[in-house]
């Protein structure tokens, strides 16, 4: 039986700051975010999306009434969650009215959260294949303001249904994935920015990935020439170029260009959002398939995902024959387009003014309220959610 990918949505905030301006502010050279970086613009998110309301917004594209009746689980994959103990899973539950008779748990290990979920859907639909699997990856990549990690921030969400017989990839069961625990990215309970080992960290993914890609190579007899693309996990577009070239010197010409055309494909949404650490992989697996229309039916997809502490998978789909016909290209293009931009200024108004800790009530400031959901505040220490 085939299980995969049946419907993909992504959802990012309204608002974005251009990082060739934040690095003028920051006293930093342009081209360091550009080039050396890799990323364009930055999604900002207001106060008022979180990623129970990123998630909502993502997935509330793909909900028919036939959806809704065949849901199993609910996964949500995430290292931006709102509470210690209640998943976000269950608001997404109750914001989208889904119905009782299902799971709805979250996931977490740092970005890697979001292909756990997709695994456990995937072996799910195995045992059940009349069932739906509706799977989240939602983060707010959150460093600081002046700090070295501030260029690799970003806000969102993708959504994904995982069914039998999907319509747009299978996800083949070749997976290679491996588990070390070290610290090269981790935050604190107590606080909402991460910690990055910067150097380290992505020294570490790309240890993980050549030590992932050589067992793939030998255990599943596949080389590079039998795939159509290759995605990352992006934390931002160099860290997967530089993945990327530790596969080249191993292709034939025409693979390698292949490749490397694909993989800038796999980029475009990542330059202007960001990094959204669980969703960062199936933001750049639909930026590829919006962006290049001459994949095929039958094209084999390579997948990486890494997630800081670390666990790393690389794994791969085939795009099913209608694939083309259940993407969102120009409402994805129009999303972006549609964005404000905020001066620095600007956005470091909105980066600063976010729900306390302590239990002071707190209200989100309407002027920034975006998609259908939206976090209101946080009234007696409870999330006070509406659909507008
Ligand atoms: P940095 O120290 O500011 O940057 O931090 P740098 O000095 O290393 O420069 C970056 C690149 O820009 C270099 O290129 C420079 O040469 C180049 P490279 O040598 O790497 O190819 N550069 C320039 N290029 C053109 N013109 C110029 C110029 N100047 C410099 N004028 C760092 C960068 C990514 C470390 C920092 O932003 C950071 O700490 N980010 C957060 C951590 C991170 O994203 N790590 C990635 C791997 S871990 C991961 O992916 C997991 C994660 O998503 C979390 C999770 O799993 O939950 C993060």
Redesign the pocket.
Known sequence: MKIGIDAIAMDTPDFYVDLVKLAQVRGD?P??YT???GQDEQAVPPSSQDIVTMGANAATKLLTPAIRASLGMVLVGT?SGVDASKSSALFIHDLLALPEWVRAVELKE???GGTAALMMARDYIAAHPDKTVLVIAADIAR?GLAT??E??QGAGAVAMLIKAEPHIMTIEDDSVYRSESID??WRPVYQDT?I?Q??Y??E??LAFFQAIWSRYQTQRHHTASDFAAMTF?L??T??GK?ALKLVLPDTDEATGERLQRRFEASTRYCRRVG?I?TG?LYLGLLSLLDNDTSLKAGDRIGLFS????AVAEFFSGILQPDFAAQLHAANHAKMLADRQELTVPEYEAVFSDKVPYDPEDYRSDPTYYHGQFVLTGVIGQERQYQQR
């Open positions: 050279d081209d360091k080039i050396g970086i290292e740092a970005c890697y460093y070295a990690g260029v690799t090269d990215f991460a990055a910067g150097k960290s992505t570490q993914y996990h934390p931002y160099k860290m530089k990094n650490y960062s890494y997630g800081s502490g």
